[in-house]
Nanobody, 121 residues
Framework: VQLQASGGGLVQAGGSLRLSCVVS????????VGWFRQTPGKERDFIAS?????????YADSVKDRRFTISRDNAKSTVYLQMNSLEPWDTGVYYC??????????????WGQGTLVTVSS
């Protein structure tokens, strides 16, 4: 399974970005695909995940304010993370990953290269 993340950039506080994660590989159909954020000196924090086959989603408590929405486009083999009302603390490198297991505690074995999001105040 290979993942390619893109869509990061510089945005002002209050703005929006949509991150994309193109997933490829012959056996990723039943996988969970998740988005994570990492800031300097900190561990990667889970944001949201989606089951490729069913479209079921799960969000971290920190983003259950619905500023962030995860979705997928099967035809394009792409998972998206729509981020609205961005704040400076959303700044970080965003990674997508694919794994197996329950959406709440999936084991992520495959990682994309990350895309940088910078939110200015």
């Amino acid at each position: 399974v290979q993942l390619q993340a893109s869509g990061g950039g510089l945005v002002q506080a209050g703005g929006s970005l949509r991150l994309s994660c193109v997933v490829s590989g012959s056996t990723f159909g039943s996988y969970a695909v998740g988005w994570f954020r990492q800031t300097p000196g900190k561990e990667r924090d889970f944001i949201a995940s989606i089951r490729w086959t069913s479209g079921n989603t799960y969000y971290a408590d920190s983003v259950k304010d619905r500023r962030f929405t995860i979705s997928r486009d099967n035809a394009k083999s792409t998972v998206y993370l729509q981020m609205n009302s961005l704040e400076p603390w959303d700044t970080g490198v965003y990674y997508c990953a694919a794994g197996t297991g329950d959406l709440r505690r999936a084991q992520y074995d495959y990682w994309g290269q990350g895309t940088l999001v910078t939110v200015s105040s």
